[in-house]
C-alpha cells in the first residue's frame, strides 16, 4: 500500500479536526500538526483553509453517499435502512460527541464563505438524488408509498437524521438516532 501524500495527510487531518472543534474552531496550524507536516507545506497543496475543507467536504460527501448500495440486494428499502444505520453507526465512535461533518459546517458558515456554502449545497443535493432513486426503486417494488415524491421524501429522511445528529451532541447518547429509526424508517410510516 503506498503512503499517503502529504495532500492525503491533510486532507485526513483536516477531516479529523473540522469534526472534532469545527470549521472556525480549527486552524491552519491544527491541521498541519495533526497531519504531522510543516505549516508551509499546508500552502503547497492548498491556497487557503476554505480550499481545503471544499475538499473535505467532498470526499466526506463521497462517502456518505457510496453508502447507500444503488443496485442490488437487499431490497431497495432494506438498502435504505442498512445506508442510515451505517451513518448512525459512525456516531457511536465518537461517543456521539461530533455529528455530522456537513451539518456542523452548514451552521458554522452560513453567514460566510459562499463557496464552502456552495460546495456543501452540492454535496446535500448529491446525497438527496441518491436516496431519492433508492425510494423510486422501493415504489416500484411496492416497499414505499408512491404517494410520496421521491425527492420530497429523501430530503426529509436526510435532514430528519441530520437534526437527530445535532441533537445527539446535546445528549450524548443514541437516542435521537432510534427516534429517527422508529418513526422516519418505520415500514408502516412509509407504507
Not at 472556525?24 to 508551509?40: C, L, M, N, P, Q
Not at 447507500?68 to 460527541?97: I, V
Request: charged share 25%; glycine share 4%.
Amino acid at each position: 500500500m503506498p503512503r499517503p501524500s502529504v495532500r492525503d495527510k491533510l486532507a485526513a487531518a483536516a477531516l479529523t479536526c473540522f469534526h472534532a472543534k469545527g470549521y472556525k474552531g480549527t486552524s491552519i496550524e491544527d491541521i498541519a500538526e495533526a497531519a504531522g507536516v510543516f505549516k508551509g507545506s499546508f500552502y503547497n497543496h492548498f491556497k487557503s483553509k476554505e480550499a481545503l475543507a471544499i475538499e473535505v467536504v467532498n470526499q466526506y460527501e463521497h462517502n456518505v453517499t457510496a453508502s447507500l448500495l444503488l443496485e442490488g440486494p437487499p431490497s431497495p428499502l432494506r438498502r435504505l435502512q442498512k445506508h442510515f444505520q451505517f451513518l448512525a453507526s459512525l456516531h457511536k465512535l465518537n461517543d456521539y460527541r461530533y455529528g455530522c461533518l456537513l451539518n456542523n459546517f452548514s451552521a458554522e458558515i452560513s453567514e460566510s464563505g459562499k463557496p464552502l456554502r456552495r460546495t456543501l449545497d452540492e454535496a446535500y443535493l448529491r446525497w438527496f438524488t441518491a436516496v431519492a432513486e433508492v425510494i423510486r426503486q422501493a415504489q416500484a417494488e411496492k416497499e414505499i408509498n408512491v404517494s410520496y415524491q421521491p425527492e420530497q421524501l429523501a430530503r426529509f429522511l436526510c435532514n430528519s437524521l441530520e437534526g437527530a445528529t445535532s441533537y445527539l451532541k446535546v445528549v450524548r447518547n443514541r437516542k435521537p438516532l432510534d427516534d429517527f429509526f422508529e418513526v422516519a424508517l418505520n415500514s408502516k410510516f412509509l407504507k
